[in-house]
């Protein structure tokens, strides 16, 4: 149902360990570059969407949208919209309902989360929230587990080595190095992905996403244009649990979310040039390029082990996680789903290609959200 709207302006903060700032000063920061990157004013927004997951445990704070809403002089109407680490796509998908609807028509989405402040555990244990906890939880798993257990599933299914799997992360490593708001600016070896500390077999250190805190802000409007159009904004969900499913190497939520942008966009997967992926563990990355339909299952290595033979994404066609994707990144749970759109608009415009693709997803893919952008500069 999406007729013309943009993405007109979009900020953000460094992703890291950001102990000098209070989660307001992060949601100002990326606010305030959102609109200065506009060509709208602060009182065109007549309309803010604030995702975040973790603010009552890990700050003490709800209520964020009342937050948000006072960062701007005239306090536009402001929602919360909580989908755990997919956060961020749900909340552009609603912003695109409201504009959609007429209800509004310059909308700031404004992602945020702040992790670093309370303890390994007690966001570990947050973080869990996203899971079923009932029958997930009890059993004693964190989210490393979870993907702990879906790693071993699928190196049982498609023998993938323990060798090929670090090349993920090593490839994240390296793109990151290139991203001045990135958390991780250092190339890793595969090796060292191999050698670093077992969190939760087969799964390491340098395998998992990190703790971060950060913020990530953008603007959809009906009013203005800037170079970069909204084609499609598709949400899917799942079973809460890994339990429900009958297979744990793939993800029926990207499956659906990304068919039906593709349909609403009117394109074909061959034409998207730009892909940022939700690669919250290494294993992600690639079960997510099978279910988004670049590859066939167990076959997701591949593409990854094309790009690192060649360094950078010179000569491959699809640029993959050229942002540092999460591991690189961080993955300040809320903010990311707000920060892969950011970055694919940046390097379509960067680039000159024409489409791109965002995939975001909360817990072990219960809910996804798929956004595809067309670059009409
Ligand atoms: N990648 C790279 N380096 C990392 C890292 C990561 N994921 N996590 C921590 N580090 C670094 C730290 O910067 C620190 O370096 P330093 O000693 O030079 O300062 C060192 O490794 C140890 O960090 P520490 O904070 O003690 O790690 P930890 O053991 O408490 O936590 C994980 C490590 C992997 C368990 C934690 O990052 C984690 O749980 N990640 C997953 C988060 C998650 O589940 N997100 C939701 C996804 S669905």
């Given amino acids: 149902m999406i007729s013309n709207i943009h993405l007109i302006g979009a900020g953000q903060t460094r992703f890291g360990e950001l102990w000098d700032k209070s989660i307001r000063d992060l949601m100002e920061e990326a606010?305030?570059?959102?609109?200065?990157?506009?060509p709208c004013t602060a009182l065109d927004i007549d309309l803010i969407v604030v995702s975040n997951m973790l603010a009552e445990v890990t700050n003490g704070q709800a209520h964020l949208s009342a937050i948000a809403s006072s960062l701007l002089p005239h306090h536009p109407p402001a929602i919360r919209v909580e989908s755990a680490c997919g956060s961020g796509a749900f909340a552009l998908h609603t912003a695109m309902a409201m504009l959609e609807s007429g209800r509004a028509?310059?909308?700031?989405?404004?992602?945020?989360e702040k992790m670093t402040d309370v303890?390994?555990?007690?966001?570990?244990?947050?973080?869990?929230?996203?899971a079923d906890s009932e029958q997930e939880r009890p059993a004693g798993l964190t989210f490393p587990g979870i993907f702990g257990l879906i790693a071993q599933r699928y190196m049982h299914d498609f023998g993938l080595s323990r060798e090929d799997l670090s090349l993920v992360s090593a490839v994240h490593h390296r793109n990151a190095c290139a991203n001045p708001f990135a958390q991780f600016r250092s190339e890793i070896t595969p090796d060292a992905v191999s050698s670093s500390a077992a969190v939760a077999d087969p799964l390491r250190l340098l395998d998992c996403s990190p703790i971060s805190d950060g913020a990530a802000a953008c603007i959809l409007s009906t009013e203005h244009v800037n170079g970069v159009r909204v084609a499609a904004s598709q949400i899917a969900s799942d079973s809460l649990s890994i339990i429900h499913r009958p297979v744990i190497t793939s993800f029926s939520a990207t499956k659906d979310a990304a068919e039906r942008a593709l349909t609403e966009?009117?394109?074909?997967?061959?034409?998207?040039?730009?892909?940022?992926?939700?690669?919250?563990?290494?294993?992600?990355?690639?079960?997510?390029?099978?279910d988004l339909g670049f590859c066939d299952p167990g076959q997701g290595i591949n593409i990854y082990k094309d790009i690192f033979a060649r360094r950078g994404d010179s000569g491959i066609a699809l640029g993959v996680n050229l942002s540092g994707g999460l591991k690189g990144c961080g993955h300040p749970v809320a903010a990311?789903?707000?920060?892969?759109?950011?970055?694919?608009?940046?390097?379509?415009?960067?680039?000159?290609r024409r489409y791109g693709l965002a995939h975001n997803f909360g817990g072990a893919a219960a809910t996804c959200g798929v956004h595809i952008l067309e670059n009409v500069s």
């Fill in 105 to 112: 028509r310059n909308v700031l989405v404004i992602g945020v």
């Fill in 265 to 290: 966009a009117g394109i074909k997967l061959k034409e998207i040039d730009v892909l940022e992926t939700h690669d919250c563990f290494s294993i992600a990355a690639l079960i997510n390029l099978e």
């Fill in 119 to 130: 303890s390994m555990e007690t966001v570990a244990s947050a973080l869990m929230g996203a």
């Fill in 31 to 38: 606010t305030d570059a959102a609109i200065a990157n506009s």
């Fill in 336 to 352: 990311t789903g707000i920060k892969q759109v950011i970055d694919v608009a940046k390097q379509l415009q960067k680039t000159g």
